[in-house]
């Protein structure tokens, strides 16, 4: 049965699974665990950044396994955004850590002392860093979340010029900046997850505007160009008195580049394992045809979603949404 998700110029057909854990084809005795982050190069190959054994698992997009690595290198995989130069940058809030790796995973930049985490809430890169951007002027911002309240820039090379944030919920303040990207004209968005919110800045860190339609924004993923589409991942209510609320997801919203809601993705009214729905939704992508793939930290969301249940062996934690086209 085809399981049919979004409305309009974003309507997606959702892939059949390939596996126990979701869409892509393991290899035999293989597992994801979390999928945290997803990225897609420019030959549409598919980069699942998860917790397990083999923590960068490699797809075409019709999701055959082409390779893995980062088997001694990955501690806690969190974040995966692709560099316009063939490289990958990994935020692995584990180590505290962001790494530049080439596509094959040999690493070119390491930004962090891995293991040597910043003093908890002091500002100072990085505790438990969460994930990177690009300026278009290769500058690099990481968000560094867990263990901090604040945004970080540094040059190409890898050098610190400025920090920006701290703890709280006034513009311009934190709480948990879990993603962060950057658009065409240099305008810095970050997913403020428990602040219910994303924050847009200016290059160098000047609050702007915020949106605030949306629920523990998790996921974070903008379209290249000028104009971008943002697909942001939501997570769901955790606690005991709203764990059962409808329509807060967990879900995809999709919004045009001021923060208009144009569609949402997920069989509302809450969570599940079903096609087309989530637990988790944590890392986006979205491919040359717009196709859409959504790793989810499942495994990690089980006892917060159903504490009076237990865990599976396996929960799904990729799904892929290929887009219809109009007319199909």
């Given at each position: ?38 990225g897609?190069d420019?030959?549409d ?13 490699v ?19 969190h974040g ?5 130069d063939?490289?990958i ?10 790494r ?18 910043a ?8 505790n438990?860093?969460t994930?990177?951007?690009l300026s ?8 560094d ?20 944030g701290g703890?709280?919920?006034d513009?311009?303040?934190?709480n ?7 658009d065409?004209?240099g ?10 919110r994303?924050?847009v800045f ?5 609050y ?8 523990r ?8 160009g ?6 942001i991942?939501?997570i ?48 986006l992508?979205?491919?040359?045809a717009?196709d859409l ?7 990690t ?9 237990p865990?599976?062996?396996v929960?799904?934690s990729?799904?892929?949404f ?7």
């Open positions: 049965m085809t399981t049919i998700v979004g409305s309009g110029d974003y309507t997606y057909r959702v892939a059949e699974a390939q596996g126990a854990e979701g869409w892509g084809k393991l290899p035999p005795g293989w597992q994801f665990g979390d999928v945290a982050a997803v897609v420019r030959q190959r598919v980069y699942c950044f998860n917790r397990g054994k083999h923590p960068m698992i797809f075409d997009r019709d999701g055959n396994f082409l390779k893995s690595w980062g088997e001694d290198v990955f501690k806690h995989a995966v955004h692709m560099g316009p063939d490289t940058w990994c935020t692995d809030d584990g180590d505290h850590t962001v530049q790796c080439t596509l094959d995973g040999k690493v070119l930049l390491e930004i962090g002392i891995p293991g040597r985490p003093p908890f809430l002091g500002g100072k890169p990085f438990r860093c994930h990177t951007a278009p002027k290769g500058d690099i911002y990481v968000s979340g867990y263990g901090n309240a604040c945004v970080h820039k540094y040059d190409p090379a890898g050098r610190l010029l400025r920090s920006w703890p709280g919920c513009p311009g303040q934190f948990l900046p879990h993603n962060i990207c950057c065409a004209d305008w810095v968005y970050v997913a403020d997850r428990e602040n219910h994303i924050q200016d290059g160098n860190g000047r702007e505007a915020q949106w605030n339609n949306m629920h924004p998790s996921g974070l993923y903008m379209t290249p000028k104009c971008p589409i943002c697909y991942g939501e769901g209510p955790y606690l005991d008195i709203n764990r059962a609320y409808p329509n807060l997801g967990p879900r995809i919203s999709i919004t045009d580049h001021k923060g208009k809601l144009l569609a949402r993705l997920g069989k509302i009214p809450t969570a599940g394992t079903g096609p087309g729905q989530f637990l988790s939704p944590h890392g992508a979205v491919d040359s717009g793939y959504v790793g989810e930290v499942a495994y969301a089980w006892p917060s979603i159903y504490p009076d249940q865990k599976p062996n929960v799904r990729l799904q892929k290929v887009k219809v086209k109009a007319g199909n």
